[in-house]
């Protein structure tokens, strides 16, 4: 079964980093595209960065400077490295891709189940 599981998040004082990680497993031959989304509580869902197919990255203004994105098809994974965070990056980090499965045409798109980062002043 293909799925996504990330990794990483977790308690840090307000100028801290963490590097998040996302793990496709399964059936998989690459990830095409990927994203990380953040939902803090009583927010909408929003896109913090993305990677495109031929490594093209876009960040939110909120983030820029401040966080990478990057995909390691040798590893099946898509990290985020956060640094010089605040207590407003708190959120449920999920990851998004789009992956090339095995054997199949196409791309399938999955969700992880998130990961919560706490960041404390």
């Known amino acids: 079964q293909v799925q996504l599981v990330e990794s990483g998040g977790g308690l840090v004082q307000a100028g801290g980093s963490l590097r998040l990680s996302c793990k496709a497993s399964g059936s998989i031959s690459s990830i095409n595209a990927a994203g990380w989304y953040r939902q803090a509580p009583g927010k909408q869902r929003e896109l913090v960065a993305s990677i495109s197919t031929g490594g093209s990255t876009r960040y939110a203004d909120s983030v820029k400077g401040r966080v990478t994105i990057s995909i390691d098809n040798a590893k099946n994974t898509v990290s985020l490295q956060m640094n010089s965070l605040s207590p407003e990056d708190t959120a449920v980090y999920y990851c998004?891709?789009?992956?090339?499965?095995?054997?199949?045409?196409?791309?399938?798109?999955?969700w992880g189940q998130g990961t919560q980062v706490t960041v404390s002043s």
């Open positions: 998004n891709a789009d992956l090339r499965r095995q054997r199949q045409v196409g791309v399938w798109n999955y």
